[in-house]
């Protein structure tokens, strides 16, 4: 049977929203785009995404030519949308701290323009313990609104691949309606789709990145253990990832630390914690 397609909005159009939007609307979906910034909006009508990802311009101007994707600077723009994805790339702040005031203004905005039966889909990475108190207050709004938290998982490079091929999506929810609503658009990703409560999900985010940040640092010891014993440690994580428990694409590679916000937000969040 073939589903129907929604109405989806997309908010925050930087790396993660402008590849939210290729894909979704790629898939045959509706897709509004809604950003503050000017500049962007005017890039984005020519089809020019605000920074360089392969590949993503072309899909952007297949969307428009379609006529199944649009620009908007007026949120209001979204209130007949299905479902609408919160996808800013959450900026970090100094000491490893998220930013959340761009998530928490379009959740201010969104719930006072949003139909009955909408959906938001946060993509942002959410601190753990955050949505949940973000869909108390949507619901405070209005009762029939849902959100559930499906963090994004592109790589830089390969991302409209990434997002459409993902091995399997996490998505967090708290009601057995918002489980078959999510699940219904979701399907439309050939990937195992694996659901748990809000702040599961969130965790599952912070535990990737902090085991990603672990095995680089582990790495790191071990290659000074490796010049003390005469071992050559590209050999030694050579055996190490041969072993079928560990894996060709584990982060075993030696070098000077890890850095960039992602991996030291959520080693913050669980120290926290």
């Not at 299905?82 to 900026?91: A, E, K, L, N, R």
């Not at 709004?141 to 830089?156: A, C, F, G």
Request: aromatic residues 6%; proline residues 4%.
């Amino acid at each position: 049977m073939k589903l129907k397609k929604s109405k989806i909005g997309v908010v925050g159009l930087w790396h993660l929203g402008c590849t939210l939007s290729a894909c979704w609307s790629g898939l045959g979906h509706e897709v509004a785009g809604f950003d503050e910034d000017a500049n962007k909006i005017e890039g984005l009508i020519k089809g020019e995404a605000p920074l360089f990802e392969p590949g993503l311009n072309d899909a952007l101007k297949k969307g428009l030519k379609s006529g199944k994707l649009s620009w908007t600077k007026n949120p209001a723009d979204l209130s007949d949308c299905d479902y609408v994805f919160v996808s800013y790339d959450t900026p970090v702040l100094d000491h490893d701290e998220s930013d959340l005031a761009p998530i928490r203004s379009a959740i201010g905005k969104l719930k006072s323009v949003l139909k009955n039966q909408a959906m938001i889909v946060i993509s942002s990475q959410m601190p753990a313990g955050t949505c949940l108190g973000l869909r108390s207050e949507l619901q405070k709004q209005n009762k029939t609104l849902e959100l559930v938290y499906s963090p994004e998982n592109i790589r830089l490079g390969e991302a409209i691949q990434s997002y459409m091929n993902p091995g399997r999506v996490i998505i967090g929810i708290e009601s057995a309606a918002a489980q078959k609503k999510a699940g219904q658009l979701f399907s439309e990703i050939k990937a195992d789709l694996l659901f748990m409560n809000l702040t599961s999900s969130e965790m599952v985010k912070h535990g990737i990145n902090s085991f990603l940040a672990t095995s680089i640092t582990f790495t790191n010891h071990l290659a000074d253990l490796c010049e003390v014993a005469g071992a050559d440690i590209l050999d030694v994580v050579g055996g190490i990832k041969s072993d079928p428990r560990v894996g060709m694409k584990a982060y075993l590679t030696p070098g000077i630390g890890f850095s960039g916000g992602t991996l030291g937000r959520d080693l913050r969040v669980l120290s926290n914690l």
